[in-house]
C-alpha cells in the first residue's frame, strides 16, 4: 500500500480491500462511489476482469460492500455500479443493509452493432443508496434539468386552482441519458470503462457539499476525484495498477512526475497524425501580407 497525494486527496495505490481495511476510518465517508470490475472479461491493462466462478465475484463484492458500509457516515451516500446480470444480486444484499432510494438506469447510445441473436445492452445500472432514509444530502436545486413540458411545450395544468405553464425545470429522474466517453473526446484517457464526467457531476453535486469527503474505491482514470476536487470536496481515490495511480496523480494536478518519471496524457493516433502534419508545414509571410503554408 503507497498513499500519494495531499492530506485533502489522497491516491492510494493498493488493493481495495487492504486499504478499506486500513487506510480509512469507519464512519468517515460523505459520499462513496463505486464501479468495480465487472466480471466480463474486460482487459485492464493486461489484468482480466474475469473470475473462475461468478461465486467468487459475488463474495469478493459482498466483502468491499461491508467495507464500503463501515466507512460511511451515518448521513452518507453510497452510489454503485456493476453489470446488468449482476445487479441483482447487489440489489438483494444491500437492501438488507441500507436503504435503496433509486435504482438508476444510465442510458447510452452505441455507434457499433451490440447483438444480432438478442437485445444488446445500452445501459448500465446504478444503485443509490443511503444509511438514513430521512437524514442524508441531496441537493436538488444543484441538478436541476429542462422540464420539456414547461420550457418548450409550454402546456398549462388546469388542475391547479389557478391554471399555470409547467415548471420549465425538474429534477432528474431515474433514466440518465450521457455519451459514452469516447476516444476522440477531450476527456478521454486510455482506460476500458471509464466514465464520464458529466455522469460524476451529478452524482457528486446531488449527495455531497464543500468540505465533504469522497471516496472511489475502484478509481481507474480517477473522474470520481477529478470532479469532486473541481467541486472543492475533498477525496480518497484506490486503485490497484500503477498506470492508473499516475493518470490520477495528473488528472488531479498532484504531482508532475512519478517515480522519476514525468506525468503526460497519453498522445492518441489522431493527434500523432496532427503533430506530423504540423512539422511538416511552414509558415510563410507573402510580400502583400497574406499568411499561407507550404511543405518544407
Given at each position: 500500500m503507497d498513499i500519494l497525494g495531499t492530506v485533502n486527496h489522497k491516491i492510494i495505490h493498493g488493493d481495495a480491500l487492504e486499504v478499506l481495511r486500513k487506510a480509512v476510518?469507519?464512519?468517515?465517508?460523505?459520499l462513496i462511489f463505486a464501479d468495480p470490475p465487472y466480471n466480463i472479461g474486460k482487459n485492464f491493462n493486461g489484468h482480466l476482469d474475469k473470475w473462475d466462478k461468478d461465486e467468487d465475484y459475488l463474495n469478493w463484492c459482498y466483502e468491499w460492500l461491508d467495507l464500503c458500509i463501515q466507512k460511511l457516515k451515518p448521513t452518507g451516500s453510497f452510489y454503485v455500479?456493476?453489470?446488468?446480470?449482476?445487479?441483482?444480486?447487489?440489489?438483494?444484499?444491500?437492501?438488507?443493509?441500507?436503504?435503496?432510494l433509486s435504482?438508476?438506469?444510465?442510458?447510452?447510445?452505441?455507434?457499433?452493432?451490440?447483438?444480432?441473436?438478442y437485445f444488446g445492452s445500452m445501459y448500465e445500472p446504478i444503485l443509490f443508496c443511503t444509511k438514513d432514509k430521512n437524514n442524508y444530502t441531496f441537493n436538488s436545486d444543484d441538478i436541476?434539468?429542462?422540464?420539456?413540458?414547461?420550457?418548450?411545450r409550454k402546456l398549462i395544468d388546469y388542475r391547479k386552482t389557478v391554471p399555470t405553464v409547467y415548471n420549465s425545470e425538474k429534477v432528474p429522474g431515474n433514466v440518465w441519458d450521457f455519451a459514452r466517453v469516447r476516444y476522440r473526446m477531450d476527456e478521454y484517457e486510455n482506460h476500458p470503462t471509464q466514465k464520464p464526467i458529466a455522469l460524476l457531476e451529478r452524482i457528486i453535486k446531488a449527495s455531497s457539499n464543500e468540505g465533504d469527503l469522497v471516496l472511489d474505491p475502484f478509481l481507474g482514470t480517477f473522474t470520481t476525484c477529478y470532479v469532486a476536487?473541481?467541486?472543492?470536496?475533498?477525496?480518497?481515490?484506490?486503485?490497484?495498477?500503477?498506470?492508473y495511480i499516475k493518470i490520477g496523480l495528473r488528472r488531479l494536478q498532484l504531482s508532475t512526475e512519478h517515480k522519476g518519471v514525468k506525468l503526460l496524457k497519453e498522445i492518441r493516433?489522431?493527434?500523432?497524425?496532427?503533430?506530423a502534419t504540423a512539422n511538416n508545414l511552414k509558415l510563410f509571410e507573402e510580400p502583400d501580407g497574406k499568411r499561407i503554408h507550404r511543405k518544407h
Amino acid at each position: 500500500m503507497d498513499i500519494l497525494g495531499t492530506v485533502n486527496h489522497k491516491i492510494i495505490h493498493g488493493d481495495a480491500l487492504e486499504v478499506l481495511r486500513k487506510a480509512v476510518e469507519d464512519n468517515s465517508v460523505d459520499l462513496i462511489f463505486a464501479d468495480p470490475p465487472y466480471n466480463i472479461g474486460k482487459n485492464f491493462n493486461g489484468h482480466l476482469d474475469k473470475w473462475d466462478k461468478d461465486e467468487d465475484y459475488l463474495n469478493w463484492c459482498y466483502e468491499w460492500l461491508d467495507l464500503c458500509i463501515q466507512k460511511l457516515k451515518p448521513t452518507g451516500s453510497f452510489y454503485v455500479m456493476t453489470s446488468t446480470q449482476f445487479m441483482p444480486y447487489f440489489d438483494i444484499y444491500l437492501r438488507n443493509k441500507l436503504n435503496i432510494l433509486s435504482r438508476i438506469i444510465w442510458s447510452y447510445d452505441s455507434s457499433g452493432v451490440q447483438a444480432k441473436k438478442y437485445f444488446g445492452s445500452m445501459y448500465e445500472p446504478i444503485l443509490f443508496c443511503t444509511k438514513d432514509k430521512n437524514n442524508y444530502t441531496f441537493n436538488s436545486d444543484d441538478i436541476l434539468v429542462e422540464a420539456k413540458t414547461g420550457a418548450k411545450r409550454k402546456l398549462i395544468d388546469y388542475r391547479k386552482t389557478v391554471p399555470t405553464v409547467y415548471n420549465s425545470e425538474k429534477v432528474p429522474g431515474n433514466v440518465w441519458d450521457f455519451a459514452r466517453v469516447r476516444y476522440r473526446m477531450d476527456e478521454y484517457e486510455n482506460h476500458p470503462t471509464q466514465k464520464p464526467i458529466a455522469l460524476l457531476e451529478r452524482i457528486i453535486k446531488a449527495s455531497s457539499n464543500e468540505g465533504d469527503l469522497v471516496l472511489d474505491p475502484f478509481l481507474g482514470t480517477f473522474t470520481t476525484c477529478y470532479v469532486a476536487k473541481e467541486l472543492g470536496r475533498n477525496t480518497i481515490g484506490i486503485d490497484l495498477q500503477e498506470d492508473y495511480i499516475k493518470i490520477g496523480l495528473r488528472r488531479l494536478q498532484l504531482s508532475t512526475e512519478h517515480k522519476g518519471v514525468k506525468l503526460l496524457k497519453e498522445i492518441r493516433s489522431f493527434e500523432t497524425e496532427k503533430l506530423a502534419t504540423a512539422n511538416n508545414l511552414k509558415l510563410f509571410e507573402e510580400p502583400d501580407g497574406k499568411r499561407i503554408h507550404r511543405k518544407h
